[in-house]
């Protein structure tokens, strides 16, 4: 599962274990929890301490495969550009918080089924290494065809070595993760394919609503299958999937308005520009003239080369040092933002970046300023 907001929020407590590819790997707590629950559900079931042992290890080796799971996201979204702030690993999946999600189709399904394709190779090898541990006589017993693809005739007919229990539980538990997240339902990888296929000819927009409503209507299959059958846990999945289809649905309809949304509607026009070469004190005088309280200081060229904000202005008054040059109040930390940059561009370039002042240009010549509050109030 990929996503640059993760279902998990901010996570709460997690351990971190390392990291792999700079990226770093973290345990969130309910994986302790889980940990927990497997030695004690052994020890209520009776089973002897090598099994619940062998339990635990095969459990800290289908994390394995999640693990890579997630990092094959990493590595597609890396080879685009795209971070990946951390990976972690839960009770409900593993999650590869990535900076954004690409909204580009191609871009957007390569992503997504990055995933799922490591499932499949590790399950390919692993059948491959059984097929030749059969063929080659270095086990005895030789299944047929038709019992070697059924689970349960295989884990229970046949007494093979231990390694190959524990090669055949980890092959079909990988292509059990293939199949599951290519399921077309949101927050599946899945659902972000089927999302990626039907974009281009539909717009992303058209597509998130008709990839939603699949996955809702599959949620309320499994809500209804998990009452009739007596299988709660069914029922408790499909409404989880109906809610981040919902979701999912939401966030899209919520980026397809900020897409709308450009510089020109954001940006004021309540600044002053003053010379680089004037004392500090002009600054003050002109902000109680005017009551304007940001100030863009440019060079002899008239490019802007700074910028001074109400912040700035309060420290300036403090510190009553009317001769001090501009240069040493001002702050260069400002966002440069072309006219038809839209909201996530904006967004990107100054509240990610800690910036409180956007200058709008537009061909090089200065249209108005953004202010951090009014980025953030569009939230």
């Known amino acids: 599962m990929s996503k640059s907001q993760s279902i998990l929020g901010k996570f709460g407590l997690t351990l971190p274990i390392g990291s792999i590819m700079n990226i770093p790997m973290k345990i969130h707590w309910s994986m302790f929890l889980f940990m927990i629950y497997i030695p004690v559900v052994g020890v209520y079931k009776k089973m002897e301490v090598m099994e619940i042992v062998l339990l635990c290890v095969i459990t800290v080796l289908i994390l394995g495969s999640v693990l890579l799971h997630e990092l094959g996201h990493a590595y597609a979204a890396r080879n685009l550009d795209i971070k990946t702030h951390d990976i972690v690993l839960s009770l409900i999946g593993g999650v590869a918080r990535l900076e954004k999600i690409p909204e580009d189709p191609y871009e957007e399904f390569k992503v997504a089924i990055a995933g799922p394709l490591v499932n499949l190779v590790i399950a390919c090898v692993l059948v491959m290494g059984l097929l030749i541990s059969f063929g080659t006589g270095m086990v005895e017993v030789i299944p047929t065809f038709k019992n070697f693809i059924n689970p349960d005739i295989f884990l229970n007919s046949y007494d093979q070595p231990l390694w190959i229990y524990m090669m055949y539980i980890l092959a079909v538990s990988n292509l059990a993760l293939f199949a599951f997240n290519l ?197």
Not at 185 to 195: A, Q, S, T, W
Not at 303 to 312: A, E, F, M, R, T
Not at 341 to 350: C, L, V
């Open 183 to 379: 399921l077309p339902v949101f927050p599946m990888d899945g659902g972000r394919i089927f999302r990626a296929i039907l974009s281009n000819p539909l717009g992303r927009t058209k597509a998130t609503r008709i990839a939603s409503m699949t996955g809702k209507i599959l949620a309320i299959g499994l809500i209804i299958c998990g009452y009739y059958f007596r299988q709660p846990i069914w029922s408790i999945i499909g409404i989880f999937v109906f809610l981040m289809a919902d979701i999912e649905n939401r966030q899209e309809m919520r980026s397809h308005r900020f897409r709308q949304i450009k510089a020109d509607a954001l940006m004021s026009s309540v600044y002053d520009r003053v010379k680089l070469v004037l004392p500090i004190q002009e600054v003050i005088n002109r902000h109680f003239d005017t009551d304007i309280s940001t100030f863009l200081i440019e060079d002899s060229k008239k490019k802007i080369v700074g910028v001074i904000d109400k912040n700035i202005l309060e420290t300036a008054m403090r510190e009553k040092t009317e001769e001090t040059p501009i240069s040493h109040y001002m702050t260069q930390r400002f966002a440069l933002i072309n006219i038809n940059d839209d909201f996530h561009s904006i967004h990107n370039k100054m509240i990610k970046e800690g910036l409180s002042i956007g200058v709008v240009m537009d061909y090089g010549e200065v249209k108005g300023i953004i202010a951090e509050e009014k980025v953030r109030g569009m939230y």
